[in-house]
């Protein structure tokens, strides 16, 4: 406290220099991990910067790159120590929900800017990896949590938790319920929610409780931290754009009511498991290169019910793959459904997208398409099929439902293509659309 108050009360560089000149190295360590001196505003919990004393839950919505998970990390940080003025005494149980288990390991705990990276030497925390827990030097403990198996929040207790992309969980509902329901120590239990803004349904229900507190950063904030390259390249290509508004500015972009692909008529219609199925088909877009800068490999697997409906079971798209790799992701998938068929779009590939599918497993049963109208008229019949209520999604597919509803927009942005979208539609088509519904010509390679 003494060296924050300190340099805040230095109002010029020479006074600055001269204040420096009396810290001793002890003085210099202690400065450098004091987040709430380092800290963006944004980036500090709200009764720091002067807003509602009494929060439960701390949302901070930002853009790519801009700082969410440094300011999730020193949080937890603070609570863990008892870190004034974040922090009025250590807790005792902490509560670490990533979107997968792999997700929060990787981000959250090991990540550049995750928990072991924001500790100095003497206060990092133990990581037991086998038993998915670190452990301070204090006592205190985190265990790690998937929001893909919210009933493993049942049993334990905590009096602080650090959600990280809520808005991309799946059973995220039943996920935050049962962690609600574990946050029961402590005088005031407390939560940090650190997402990519999206328009479900939990984080808009999240956002306008009483007790909850909305930060917001873009991705420029952090400019200083970014590849000069990222900012050129990325903000260049999706300024101004819907999809560009979310992901880098950090908004919470409602539907647009012009839009092909609507959420709610995604949420509506989801379950959590599909039915008995009379078909099974993996669909699959493939990019025209391979390597940095090439689009994605678009896989998606969907079936037909035999009430005739059809229900999207898997998205499997592969980033920035070689032919090979995308051909085996396909194969991979077609095999754990047990699907009937797999569907490959080869207008940009021609016989080369027949041959590697052939190398990867000659026997299985592919349809070869190719498109003779554009993106937006093809999936027209698609999304009235959403509007019809004839399909259902079997989960959550975050980066999938994300593309469906950016979908235009995408369009007219340069260089991208929407690729998870692209094979969704021959899938539906090929299962809903063809005119023997399941029975068209095969291709067998």
């Known amino acids: ?49 002067g807003g509602m004393a009494g929060w439960t839950v701390w949302v901070l919505l930002g853009g790519r790159g801009a700082g969410k998970t440094r300011a999730g990390a020193e949080w937890i940080r603070a609570q863990a120590l008892g870190i004034a003025p974040m922090a009025e005494v250590p807790a005792s149980r902490i509560a670490l929900v990533g979107q997968t288990m792999g997700d929060a390991r990787s981000v959250m705990v090991e990540g550049v800017s995750g928990l072991l990276a924001v500790h100095g030497d003497g206060e990092r925390p133990l990581f037991e990896p086998s038993r998915r827990q670190l452990t301070w030097p204090n006592g205190c403990i985190a265990q790690l949590f998937s929001a893909e198996e919210p009933d493993a929040l049942r049993g334990p207790q905590f009096d602080v938790a650090w959600c990280d992309e809520l808005a991309k969980w799946r059973n995220g509902d039943a996920a935050w319920d049962m962690l609600q329901f574990a946050l029961r120590l402590g005088h005031r239990p407390r939560q940090v929610v650190t997402t990519t803004p999206r328009a479900v349904p939990l984080l808009k229900r999240l956002m306008a409780q009483e007790r909850t507190v909305v930060s917001r950063a873009s991705t420029r904030d952090n400019k200083h931290n970014l590849a000069p390259g990222f900012l050129e390249a990325v903000v260049a290509r999706y300024e101004g ?20 692909f609507r ?18 088909v993996v669909a699959v877009d493939p990019p025209v290169t391979s390597g940095e800068g090439a689009n994605a490999c678009g896989i998606v697997c969907a079936g ?44 940009q590939g021609g016989d080369l997208v027949a041959a590697v599918m052939h190398e990867a497993d000659p026997g299985i049963p592919v349809r070869c398409v190719r498109a003779s109208r554009g993106k937006r008229v093809r999936a027209e019949p698609v999304a009235a099929l959403y509007e019809q209520g004839r399909v259902s999604h079997a989960g959550t597919f975050p980066e999938l439902e994300d593309e469906m509803c950016a979908f235009d927009s995408i369009l007219a942005a340069r260089g991208r293509s929407p690729d998870r979208v692209d094979a969704l539609v021959w ?19």
């Open 304 to 347: 037909r019910g035999l009430d005739g409906r059809a229900y999207v079971l898997a998205d499997g798209t592969v980033e920035r793959a070689s032919p090979m790799r995308w051909a085996r992701a396909a194969v991979a998938l077609y095999r754990a459904f047990c699907a009937d068929r797999l569907v490959a779009e080869v207008n």
């Open 1 to 49: 406290m003494r060296l924050r108050s300190a340099l805040r009360n230095c109002p010029s560089r020479t006074r600055l220099e001269t204040f420096a000149a009396t810290l001793d190295a002890d003085d210099i360590a202690l400065m450098e991990r004091d987040w709430a001196l380092w800290g963006r505003l944004d980036q500090l919990p709200p009764d720091i910067r």
């Open 427 to 445: 899938a539906l088509t090929e299962l809903m659309l063809s005119r023997t519904h399941g029975a068209p010509k095969v291709r067998t390679l």
């Open 263 to 280: 959420r709610d008529a995604i949420e509506g219609a989801r379950i959590s498991r599909a039915p008995e199925l009379a078909r099974i």
């Open 241 to 260: 754009t819907r999809l560009g508004r979310q992901e880098l500015d950090g908004e919470l972009i409602e539907d647009d009511p012009h839009a092909l």
